[in-house]
């Protein structure tokens, strides 16, 4: 190897394509070969696992295998007597023997004593009871210990059988064909407990001590019933295809009958949300130019791992069939996609068993063949088979895992040159590294070749060395080796070593989602013999003919071009939504509401909302509105553009579903003139390995961050609040959370002039600017999200969307991370107030509707709990997990499709919620708030006098809004202007309390 490096550099010199750089360090190449290339990983891995400690499932199960940790013969069944916890269950669906039920936060726990330290798989015998449609999660201990991070999150496998709609039932109002529903089988399983992320086939193997251990099992999510509990090892083989094909021995006959299987025909499938679309292709069938027919298996839908579909088909002959599968994949940079075939629950031969599909931009068939194209036999017997396609990510579970384990390599390196600089970039002091950190060059040359070592093995797995991740490694192995020939680079030039994405961090972190996703669409499976397939694309000819019958069709169609019949008992309604949202809305009026009012509902997408004033001017508003911010209803009232919704019956039954705070900003004088749709929240969000590591607790008041973030400086990190985005404006959303906390105020007792100036409004003014003068918070930071996940931000405030993305974005962080309310301050009592104004969207109704009463009636059934909770199944089964709905009706967003986990901490944050009331003339507050922060943090202004000066300006403003709306005569306070807020708004949202 060190020849072969000499080699290169001699050439590269002799051609002159470079230039030796003949410093004292030594050129790249002479660097490189003077360190030696096994010990240089060796020593990066050493300070790497002492630095992080890995614990994913590919490294346990890796040091179990070095440390000669075996799977054991022996084999012990515990039955429901033998368990606690729960409640144990005589209802138990045709199980044979008494159950134990389980709900989310439950657990079960069982002892067994083994002979030896060896390892086990987990098989549970458990039924899915129809309580939720999210997928059961538990969580596992061995010895109160979880032994590695993905046993926090194990999904268990639950399939949904695709219905079947009648001719009525099948398309909607437009001639467009319905997606059908899933329905979840209900039915006993016996599964073992598998890696979450797929990257194993086989169960997951636990660790048992010699003696006795005890095994705890805790629902995350779901209502389970639990049977019998096996603790056992299994072993599966799959012979190859030569092996089969001795097994079978039989020979081939022609068949001329050809089976095809329309992709969008699902029998069975992993989850909700896998879906089929209409593609407007005349080689796709079915077809219709005129209307949207259901024909692909969306890819998008069909990408994740884990995910499964199953067919149902008949063979009316035995013998030997080829299998054909016509596909699409144009999405994943040029990678192939690859699917697990099953055939009757099992894979025919191991070939078969990670099957790779090229990239393709257009429609292709695909007949399954070896590598020279031969294609492959397979046996069918005559009746009914299924075969079964899914995702796993076995081939790539090394280069996945090596790669991910260099990206801990370089944060370790750069947490200790970052601990030795405090995070100080200046490019003109000499920062000894070598000195301080004497194996830094061996360390960073390890990196370069665990980097290399990747690369060479994707290379290998695609056969393809021209892929842009290809390009995206090449660049990261150039950024490594300039600092392995100059260390002393590193503390001035971070931003290429693993800050950002341009980084060498960065650059390997990008490749890494594209690995484990695999979109592929599908028209149809052929199951032939001594057939000619037909053509996977039509012809020019063809699709001239068939894109001109669209194109004039279009000019045609009712459904652009005609209005809805509007008759008495149909309202139109604005949706301020995306349009999937629409369409799923759509289909839940049609099949709820309208049967049983007989009201019919027309919705209509809001792309702008400015468009409701101009409509307005024109008298073209419809009779109702849904998906509107929180500032626009007050507007609206004070124009007179909305109704009052305190007027209409049931009003404050319906208001008893909301907390009462998220009717603030929808109150103006005596009326309340929006219905709260959605809501979000506020939490903190910690990573439980890192604060764990630095041996403190996550914060509860903002006393504990400000003790808190000198130790995260430390060692470089941060702790992240709203207010430090990256956004120089700052809302009322982020600076009324600390005036509240504080016991301030915004506005006096008229609404005629604000008091942000006062004594306490003032300590929660100074203590947010202090946060990034005085205790050095970061005044900005772009993607808090990012930085939670590689760790540089392991604290701080964030929404509902961060939650999500976590959940489902960070797979890697799995069990590291948990959730608290905010951080607040202590008042007198000892109680943490933890203010936020949480806000969202709401609904309205217009007062140039003629049809008030039944758009009334239509946004109560639509804010009701019920609905909200199936609009959020409804959205998930149909978008993904990934697809949050959050409601603001509190009981629906108790039952609704939000995972168990983090529902409590949201409940509870949500009793802190405290909206700010609307005045005319706010947004010059909220503007010279904001003006004010800016000033003292980046211009270094007195507080006081930077309040003082947003106080006149805002005093202005307020009051000359309040002469426009004749609150303010000749100078004097003519009508007193009641501002809403947490103490008086029960007189507005309940019964009885004028």
């Known amino acids: 190897m060190k020849k072969w490096i000499l080699l290169v550099c001699s050439i ?19 660097v490189l070969a003077s360190i030696d290339y096994t010990k240089s990983i060796e020593a990066v891995e050493e300070y790497t696992n002492t630095y992080t400690g890995e614990t994913n499932y590919y490294n346990i199960i890796n040091e179990w295998t070095k440390n000669k940790i075996t799977e054991s013969d022996e084999r012990f069944i515990i039955d429901s007597e033998n368990t606690e916890g729960g409640i144990l269950y005589d209802n138990n669906f045709g199980y044979k023997s008494n159950v134990r039920y ?16 060896s390892l086990y798989e987990i098989w549970l015998d458990y039924y899915i009871m129809d309580k939720t449609y999210l997928r059961p999660e538990i969580q596992v201990t061995i010895n109160d210990e979880e032994q590695f991070n993905e046993a926090n999150k194990i999904e268990l496998p639950m399939n949904w059988q695709v219905g079947k709609l009648n001719d009525e039932e099948k398309f909607d109002r437009y001639g467009d064909e319905l997606m059908p529903k899933s329905v979840k089988k209900m039915i006993w399983e016996n599964k073992p407990l598998q890696d979450p992320n797929h990257f194993f086939i086989q169960p997951l193997k636990f660790r048992f001590n010699k003696g006795v251990n005890k095994v705890k099992l805790t629902v995350n999510e779901g209502y ?29 006959q022609s068949i001329q009958k050809m089976v095809v299987i329309e992709a969008e025909d699902i029998f069975m499938k992993s989850r909700q949300s896998i879906r089929t679309k209409y593609v407007r292709n005349p080689s796709i069938t079915p077809y219709a130019y005129k209307n949207r027919v259901l024909n692909v298996l969306d890819g998008y839908s069909f990408g994740d791992s884990g995910d499964k579909v199953i067919y149902k088909f008949n063979i009316t002959e035995t013998g030997y069939y080829n299998v054909a599968v016509k596909y699409s994949q144009d999405t994943n940079n040029g990678l192939s996609t690859h699917r697990r075939i099953t055939i009757d629950d099992k894979v025919p031969f191991s070939e078969l068993s990670y ?91 390890g990196i370069y070749n665990k980097i290399k070592i990747q690369k060479a093995a994707l290379i290998e797995y695609t056969g393809n060395s021209d892929l842009p991740i290809i390009s995206e490694i090449d660049i990261a192995m150039n950024l490594i080796k300039d600092f392995i020939v100059d260390p002393e680079d590193l503390p001035h030039y971070m931003s290429k070593f693993n800050d950002g994405e341009s ?55 009712p459904k652009y071009n005609q209005s809805d019949k509007v008759d008495d008992r149909t309202i139109e309604i604005w949706v301020n939504k995306s349009r999937l949202y629409v369409e799923i809305m759509q289909r839940m009026i049609d099949e709820k509401f309208t049967p049983e009012t007989g009201i019919k509902v027309n919705l209509s997408l809001l792309p702008d909302e400015n468009k409701i004033i101009l409509s307005n001017a024109a008298e073209n508003t419809p009779d109702a509105a849904i998906g509107i911010s929180h500032s626009k209803p007050f507007e609206f009232a004070l124009r007179g553009i909305v109704e009052n919704l305190r007027d209409y019956e049931g009003f404050y039954d319906l208001a008893e579903e909301f907390d009462k705070c998220a ?75 600390f005036i509240y906390e504080f016991g301030g105020r915004l506005y006096d007792d008229t609404g005629s002039k604000t008091i942000i100036n006062d004594k306490k409004s003032y300590e929660a003014f100074e203590f947010m600017t202090d946060l990034f003068t005085v205790y050095n918070v970061p005044i900005t930071t772009s993607n808090f999200f990012q930085k939670f996940r590689n760790g540089k931000t392991p604290v701080g405030i964030g929404d509902a969307n961060t939650y999500i993305q976590l959940k489902y974005a960070a797979p890697e962080l799995s069990g590291q991370w948990g959730i608290l309310p905010i951080p607040g301050v202590k008042n007198a009592e000892g109680v943490i107030e933890r203010w936020d104004p949480t806000y969202g969207t709401s609904s309205i109704v217009f007062k140039n509707s003629t049809k008030k009463q039944l758009s009334w009636k239509f946004i109560k059934w639509w804010s009701s709990a019920d609905i909200q909770r199936d609009f959020s199944y409804a959205i998930q089964s149909t978008l993904g997990d990934k697809f949050l709905y959050m409601t603001a009706n509190i009981e629906g967003f108790k039952k609704s499709a939000w995972p168990s986990d983090s529902k409590k901490v949201i409940l509870e944050q949500w009793k802190w919620i405290q909206t700010t009331g609307k005045v005319p003339g706010d947004y010059m507050l909220e503007r010279e708030l904001s003006n004010a922060w800016n000033k003292v943090v980046f211009d270094g202004e007195n507080p006081r006098i930077a309040l003082d000066e947003a106080v006149a300006t805002i005093n202005r403003e307020l009051e000359r809004k309040l002469k426009e709306f004749g609150y303010i005569v000749d100078g004097k306070l003519v009508k007193e202007y009641v501002v809403p807020d947490i103490h008086n708004v029960e007189k507005w949202v309940r019964q009885n309390e004028e």
């Open 12 to 30: 590269l010199v002799v051609t002159g394509i470079i230039t030796l750089n003949m410093q004292k360090d030594g050129p790249a190449c002479d």
């Open 102 to 117: 389980l709900h989310p936060g439950d657990d079960i726990t069982f002892q067994i004593e083994t002979e030896k330290e």
């Open 224 to 252: 389970l019933l639990i049977g019998k509990i096996s603790i056992k090892n299994t072993h599966e083989t799959i012979p190859t295809y030569e092996q089969y094909l001795k097994k079978i021995k039989e020979e081939k």
């Open 355 to 445: 099957y790779d599909f090229s990239y393709s931009s257009g429609w292709k068939n695909e007949t399954l063949a070896d590598e020279k194209g031969i294609p492959f036999d397979i046996f069918l017997e005559k009746g009914e088979h299924t075969l079964e396609l899914s995702i796993d990510n076995t081939k790539v579970r090394d280069i996945y895992h090596e790669l991910m384990n260099t990206l801990d390599s370089i944060e370790a390196v750069a947490k200790d040159i970052k601990k030795l600089t405090g995070g100080l970039v200046d490019k003109e002091r000499k920062w000894k590294i070598n000195k301080y950190m004497p194996g830094i060059r061996t360390y960073l040359h």
């Open 503 to 557: 980084s060498a961090y960065g650059r390997i972190n990008a490749v890494l989602p594209t690995l484990v996703y695999n979109p592929m669409h599908l028209d149809k499976i052929y199951i032939y013999n001594d057939e000619q397939l037909p053509s996977a694309e039509s012809g020019f000819i063809t699709n001239t003919k068939e894109n001109t019958k669209s194109f004039v069709y279009s000019f045609l169609d």
């Open 663 to 737: 009717f603030i900003p929808f109150i103006y004088d005596k009326g309340v003139y929006a219905i709260p749709e959605t809501q979000d929240v506020k939490l903190l969000f910690y990573r439980k390995d890192i604060l764990d590591f630095l041996g403190v607790k996550p914060p509860k008041t903002w006393q504990d961050v400000t003790g808190l973030v000198p130790i995260l400086k430390k060692y470089d990190m941060n702790f992240y609040t709203p207010l430090g985005s990256d956004s120089s404006y700052k809302g009322l959303d982020t600076t009324t959370p």
